[in-house]
Nanobody, 128 residues
Framework: QVQLAESGGGSVQAGGSLRLACGAS????????MGWFRQAPGKEREGVAT????????DYADSVKGRFVIFQDNAKNTAYLQMNSLKPEDTAMYYC?????????????????????WGQGTQVTVSS
């Protein structure tokens, strides 16, 4: 089993920055791929960024490339999402997710349905 807990959300003005953190517990083999997803009201949950926890290879949705960075601190079992140059359209509930397998890679384009473990979410609100 894997348990995930997000923190770091909040409200910020456009152009500002926030850093989200996802603390993880459980077997590392169960969370070989970790990702950040977001869901705005009335919209589908979408992938934002993923990271292969063993090698650190990251992948990003086109909408956040160049603005967001996903990274990890293995000693703390924590994955982070550094969000810079935030836009109002980044407003959403952000979720941390993990899955054990890498059968189809570890990509931000992966369906959220392929991730087994989820945190409770943290709200990010960007005002114009």
């Amino acid at each position: 089993q894997v348990q995930l807990a997000e923190s770091g959300g909040g409200s910020v003005q456009a152009g500002g920055s926030l850093r989200l953190a996802c603390g993880a517990s459980g077997y590392t083999s169960y969370r070989k791929c970790m990702g950040w997803f977001r869901q705005a009201p009335g919209k589908e949950r979408e992938g934002v960024a993923t990271i292969y926890t063993t090698g650190g290879t990251a992948d990003y949705a086109d909408s956040v490339k160049g603005r967001f960075v996903i990274f990890q601190d293995n000693a703390k079992n924590t994955a982070y999402l550094q969000m810079n140059s935030l836009k109002p359209e980044d407003t959403a509930m952000y979720y941390c997710a993990a899955r054990p397998g890498l059968g189809s890679g570890c990509h931000a384009s992966a369906s959220h349905k392929t991730f087994l473990y989820w945190g409770q979410g943290t709200q990010v609100t960007v005002s114009s």
